[in-house]
């Protein structure tokens, strides 16, 4: 019998939004996938750098990697997706699940957008679906569609490891947030589940991590330890009382800092909006809205 290939996992964090993005590959040479990169963004001067972007850039570079996907797990809502920036660089194709037409749609109503913007995903090269696979060389990913935290959100299987995206965080910080546009508690304890289903020793990555000050961020847990210690879906707790728990936590949570502009730019699989006559992009910040 051949052996399964082995799988490195290289982790990126964002200090200033918290955020993990992946590189995930064979070995030296191969091809990859990239996950939830970060453009950095000012909220004070509204001007993006892409030093975060950039440091994924000369890791791929230095291994030598072959980008073949730049996987979004959904429209983030605390960070600008360098998704197409990557691109620029890199090569590779976009990828989102496929329900993110229904965010789009959303948005489009919220940000009043012309009809120059389209709601069909065709921002993104790959509208991936539940269940499909993608292969990289000796290696694949499966998407797991675990909705809640947004409508669309996508998790990623490869090999042992799943790339939860803001579903579940680490089991001292407890679950991601339900009271976006299209989220729904009771639909995010069913894709917890479905996650928790897996073996215990199947590896969870986080997108996110908000550590408590006795601890370092970390990136990864295990099935096991969150249906053991996690703070709001360890075995044991009902639905009934996650969706209590949830729905008070989120009526005291403001807004993230970057919502507006992030949502902006995600829907257009991060590029900035077209360029008004002045040669400046423009993003639309509607008052009194969310």
Partial sequence: MSSKPQMIIKDFFDLETSTYTYVVFECQGSPCVIIDAVLNYDPKSARTSTQSADEVIAYVQAQQLQVVWILETHAHADHLTAASYLQQQ???????????????????GVFNLDDGFKVDGSQFNY???????????????????????????????IGNAIFVGDTLFMPDVGTARCDFPGGDANTLFQSIKQILSYPKDTKLYMCHDYPPSDRPVECSTTVGEQKLKNIHVHDGVTQEQFVQMRTAKDQTLGMPTLILPSISVNIRAGRFPDPEANGVSYLKIPLNAL
Avoid: W
């Fill in 90 to 108: 890199l090569g590779g194709q976009l990828v989102i699940g496929d329900h993110i037409t229904r965010v789009q749609s959303v948005f489009k």
């Fill in 127 to 157: 509208l991936i679906k539940e269940g499909e696979s993608l292969a990289f060389g000796n290696l694949s990913l499966k998407a797991l569609f675990v909705p809640g935290h947004t409508p669309a959100c996508m998790a990623y299987e």
